[in-house]
């Protein structure tokens, strides 16, 4: 019913900085919530950051001040700048949405992208 896609994944440098984008698709009344989590090879997915209507952002600990969450809602995007990133940052990042599918849902459920690959290199 909704489709997620992500862009912008690829091999950086320390230091330097990438931007992905995730697009929500489908039968959407609205989004609650939008975000991104990550796994890292042989790492349990973490957490790293989302925004919410109701909610505002919110990040881990170890990507404050480095990343930023923002929204199209608009053209239901969600965007993970990261800045000065490290090589602790190389993961598969997936991006999710909370959505409603029609006026008076009383749920939402989570949808996940398939995920984008970020490697940063020393």
């Known amino acids: 019913q909704v489709q997620l896609v992500e862009f912008g994944g690829g ?24 975000g991104w989590y990550r796994q890292a090879q042989g790492s349990q997915r973490e957490f790293v950051g989302m925004t919410s209507t109701d909610l505002g952002t919110n990040y881990r600990d170890s990507v404050k001040g480095r990343f930023t969450v923002s929204r199209d809602n608009a053209k239901n995007t969600v965007y993970l700048q990261m800045n000065s990133l490290k090589p602790e ?23 996940w992208g398939q995920g984008t690959q970020v490697t940063v290199a020393s």
């Open 89 to 111: 940052d190389s993961a598969v990042y997936s991006c999710y949405a909370d959505v409603r599918s029609y006026s008076g849902d009383p749920y939402f459920r989570r949808y």
């Open 11 to 34: 091999s950086v440098q320390a230091g330097g900085s990438l931007t992905l984008s995730c697009a929500a698709s489908g039968v959407i009344f609205s989004i609650n919530a939008m």
